[in-house]
């Protein structure tokens, strides 16, 4: 179904036990379409949905599910998060939808008094990148492990 057959209006929600298939979807596509090497498993999808920590917000466009992004705690760093799983489905993409979810991802990072969200990703996700300059982040040093990714990122959300 295309982005012209269903209603414009997008609602994000954060996503339950209920949710849950639609989660594994919308991930499961983005690791196709990126080509990730180093996946989630099904328990860590579900571990990001019951920790309090940890969460995934999907945005839906009518009924459909447009795009999901995940938010995970950065053990390593005090006070620190991790952004994860950005998709848009391409029938959804240059309607805002990257950054409603980003949006609602910072907007409880907040509430946990998160001081700064990483995230990483390659150079040729242009589009990606262009989102995460304008949502605010910044170019900092390699702070994880992935094989994969190429450029590194971070934003100050809090004292």
Known sequence: ?????????????????????????????YYDE???ILRDSTEDILHYV??????????????????????????????????????????FRRMGI??????????????????WLYLDTKDDLSDAIRIYEQQGYVSCERYNNNPQATLFLRKFLCC
């Open 50 to 91: 019951d920790d309090p920590e940890s969460g995934i917000w999907i945005a839906y466009v009518g009924a459909m599910p447009a795009g999901c992004v995940v938010l995970r705690p950065l053990a390593a760093r005090p006070h620190c998060g991790e952004v994860k799983r950005l998709y848009v489905r391409r029938a």
């Open 98 to 115: 990257a950054h409603a979810l980003m949006q609602a991802l910072e907007a409880e990072a907040k509430t946990r008094a998160t001081q």
């Open 1 to 29: 179904m295309s982005a012209s057959s269903v209603s414009q209006k997008v609602i994000v929600r954060k996503v339950t036990r209920k949710l849950i298939a639609d989660a594994l979807l919308l991930i499961g596509e």
């Open 34 to 36: 990126i080509g990730v």
